[in-house]
């Protein structure tokens, strides 16, 4: 597998660029700006993009969706959970003194279970609400890899005081979808480093009170 992460965008959110050497399909997750950097890695890499996943809709995930939709031709999905965030999008953009985006409805939701995939790439979502209510997480268990938005941070968990936010559901969807995941599992964070599910199990002072 390819897999390249770049960190895009002022709130540095971390696009992942999920590639099969062979078919030379691709999807891509979070692509929140800076899209002529990513279109340039999938040209470096001969790559076609099948489908642009969205772990949720806050701006600095979703924003360059639209864009990279318009350039390849791909389906943008998110969970329809976070369509009122969608609405809330002139809002978001002056928390980051930015222009608005253009963000439409998603071309398919990402409801818990569904399979993403492309020639020789085979994922599954993971309804995970918490800090927001259409957060979801991409789990690839052939790659033992977890692309976790932000739900789950390597020594933190996602912040619940923006709209749609709530600690209680946040908690229990990292016990209950994430800490039943093998210790192996590579977790990419939406933001920041990379960490392993049992890393976070035995470390993260988050975690530890429940
Ligand atoms: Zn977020």
């Given at each position: ?13 971390n696009?992942?660029?999920?590639g ?17 950097r990513?279109?340039?890695?999938l040209?470096r890499?001969?790559?076609?993009v ?11 995930h ?8 318009q350039?390849t ?9 976070d ?12 928390w ?12 398919d ?5 569904k ?14 609400p918490?800090?927001t ?20 941070f ?26 039943s995941?093998?210790d ?6 939406g ?15 988050f975690?530890?009170?429940?």
């Open positions: 597998m390819i897999h390249e992460i770049l960190p895009v965008g002022p709130l540095q959110c696009c992942s660029i999920l099969d050497q062979t078919s030379h399909e691709a999807i891509v997750v979070d692509p929140g700006d800076d899209i002529p990513i279109m340039a890695l040209a890499h001969s790559l076609t099948k489908q642009i996943v969205i772990t949720h809709a806050h701006i600095d979703i924003a360059g969706a639209h864009r990279l939709k350039l031709g791909a389906p943008v999905l998110y969970n329809q959970n369509i009122p965030l969608v609405r809330m999008m002139a809002e978001q953009a002056t980051l003194g930015i222009a608005t985006p253009t963000v439409e409805a998603p071309d939701t990402l409801d818990e279970g399979i993403i995939s492309i020639t020789g790439l085979t994922g599954s979502i993971l309804h995970t918490g800090h209510e259409g957060s979801v997480c991409l789990y690839l268990p052939d790659q033992n890899l977890l692309l976790a938005g932000d739900t789950l390597a020594g933190s968990v996602g912040r619940t005081d923006l709209p749609g936010g709530n600690m209680r559901k946040l908690l229990t969807s990292i016990h209950e979808r994430l800490l995941l093998p192996e599992i590579t977790v990419i964070p933001h920041g480093a990379s960490t392993t599910i049992g890393a976070e199990r035995s470390s993260n002072q975690l530890q009170d429940i």
